[in-house]
């Protein structure tokens, strides 16, 4: 028996009742709703809009479609069917990791049950996009990071929720002491009592010692045992000194661990386009916020055909935005879309009723408006 067909026999024995398509009249099967059994158009229910699309499962492309498993089982599969075999198809090519990575990272966030699950959802569909790219540790942290950003979480935020898996995101520039060696033992270093590695020189009659930090180790004690600070032998822009052996980190700085492998995800050429929530984002960045600039926008007649230009360019943009931040975008987009749609008459008119200054403006847009666009 090939392994198809093994699986096949398997799939056949655990599929609900009702999971294949009934027979329509002519011999056409069926396809019914598993929800409401209504019958599928296209594989959606226009009931209650539930049935996966053609090849498609909660984790990306399936390695077979519809109809070739159908083929090998000998009778129709349902969309639901289908889901089901696709996900079991790609946890056993090595999703499982991965899926695991992405789980214990989201259950750091706050946030719903109902939300998490969304997010987790949402992040495997992205992290199977750029695995082979990144690796599954790293495409675990993009997928989630990028999830979290579009629902309006900042970076120092994500960055923290992560590093509760991984340190490493969390880890700062090393501090770098100089030290004269006390004892022939080796110099222990402790941060706030625990031990820590480092790395050590040789520096003539002295040594120099290379401490990894965190952010989470801001204010944190240093110890140093069997060894005292040289004089001016540290930079007091990091560390303060408490003793001849002692001194405490000033981890205030900026962390760029997660900006570097969101970077990476971008390059790979997948992650621009399968990282963003459009819908997400434009929730975040819709004229209505702009109080000013939809009244105009309104009172020229033009809001909604503003509104559909601007969603449009939005979405090319999001597509191949150049690293570009989504507000940036957004930016862009409104203006144009109002440049391309307001006639410049209208817009002069406009101009001239509420006696705005043409340098605040750009077409109908109020300039210093965007700022309520956070992030």
Known sequence: MSPAEGYASVLALKAPEGFFAMPAEGGEPLELCEECGSPLEDGVCRSCGSGFSEASSPVGAAPLDRNEISRVLGRNVGPRAHGSYSLSMQQEQGMGPLRKQIDLMVERFNASPEAKAAAK??????????????????????????????????????????????????????????????????????????????????????????????????????????????????????????????????????????????????????????????????????????????????????????????????????????????????????????ENVVPEHLRNSLWQKYRLKPSGMKSLVVASELAAWQG
């Open 121 to 338: 959802r949402n992040a495997e569909t992205l992290a199977v996009k750029v695995v082979d790219e990144l690796g599954p540790t790293k495409a675990a942290m993009a997928s989630v990071a990028l999830v979290f950003i579009a629902q309006g979480r900042n970076l120092r935020e994500v960055s923290s929720c992560i590093s509760m898996v991984h340190p490493s995101i969390d880890r700062l520039g090393d501090v770098v002491v100089e030290v004269r060696q006390e004892t022939e033992e080796d110099v222990r270093v402790l941060v706030d009592g625990r031990e820590r590695p480092y790395k050590s020189y040789s520096r003539g009659f002295y040594r120099r010692l290379r401490i990894p930090v965190f952010a989470s180790d801001g204010n944190a004690l240093v110890e140093l045992k069997g060894a005292t600070l040289t004089r001016k032998g540290y930079d007091l822009k990091r560390v303060e000194p408490k003793g001849p052996s002692e001194l405490e980190v000033r981890a205030d700085e900026t962390n760029f661990e997660l900006f570097k492998i969101l970077e990476e995800a971008r390059l790979s050429g997948r992650a621009a386009v399968a990282g963003t929530d459009q819908s997400a984002m434009l929730r975040r960045y819709t004229i209505s916020k702009l109080r000013l600039t939809g009244r105009l926008l309104r009172e020229a007649g033009v809001l909604q055909k503003v509104s559909g230009e601007y969603v449009r360019l939005f979405a090319e943009a999001v597509g191949d935005g150049g690293g570009r931040s989504p507000r940036k975008l957004a930016e862009e987009a409104l203006v144009e879309a109002c």
